[in-house]
């Protein structure tokens, strides 16, 4: 059984049910709430839903995807963000993929400082020829300023580089590591690494490309699983 779900204490080890949180943390009680529903098997929750503008967020155990399946054509989706085992249960198509890492990390109860976001964007500008892809400015600003104002993000913007996390009560998710390009190979990404690590605590999750796998592995990441941006076949 699928209802719509307003208190959502279910968490597990999983980087689509992170966002979920992450969106409920930034967004939740305006007009922008995602909505959110959960699966239920004998009392147990087994899927946890969110749809975020165009986009569903799918966390699930598996155990019964045609109920899901059935429920995400009913209310619609422009794409959808899940395990990619999942998507291909569900038939659908992956548009991107992802490596999902992972590091448990402890939280050092360090407040975020307040950055400027044209600085910020400027900063992660300079790693778009690793993983990092960036939406334009205008649609930049305004999200992650609300996520920063209402705790749903961690920022750091320094003469290393500059850096930016997702965040939930239960750890967060990186987007995005960026050092420019005649600062790379001393250290500085690792240490902006380090640094955020210790903003987000708990579980700490990345999506990565081939180009920087190898940079978070030497820094302790292991691999989870694979996650994708999926459409319709």
């Known amino acids: 059984m699928i209802t719509l779900s307003e208190n959502l204490s279910f968490y597990k080890k999983d ?18 709430a995602p909505e959110i529903w959960v699966q239920t098997e004998e009392n147990e929750v087994c899927s946890v839903l969110a749809r975020f503008g165009g986009r569903i967020y799918i966390y699930s155990d598996k155990k019964n995807l045609g109920e899901i399946k059935e429920f995400i054509n009913l209310i619609g989706f422009s ?25 448990r990390a402890e939280q050092r109860q360090k407040q975020t400082e307040q950055v400027s976001l044209s600085a910020l964007y400027k900063g992660l500008k300079a790693g778009e020829d690793g993983d990092i892809v960036l939406p334009s400015f205008d649609e930049f600003a305004p999200d992650v300023s609300h996520r920063l104002r209402h705790g749903g993000a961690a920022a750091i913007v320094n003469e290393k580089g500059s850096a930016l996390a997702f965040l939930s009560p239960y750890g967060g998710i990186i987007n995005g590591i960026s050092v420019e390009n005649e600062k790379r190979g001393k250290g500085f990404g690792s240490s902006l690494l380090f640094e955020l690590c210790e903003l987000i605590g708990q579980d700490i999750f990345v999506c990565s490309g081939k180009k920087a796998l190898e940079f978070y592995i030497k820094n302790g990441f292991s691999f989870l699983n694979n996650a994708v941006i999926a459409r319709r076949n």
């Open 79 to 103: 794409e959808i963000f899940c395990d990619k085992e999942v998507a291909l249960e569900l038939d659908l198509k992956p548009k991107k993929e992802f490596s999902v890492l992972f590091l």
């Open 15 to 32: 980087i689509a049910l992170a966002h979920i949180h992450s969106l409920k943390v930034a967004f939740g009680g305006t007009v922008l």
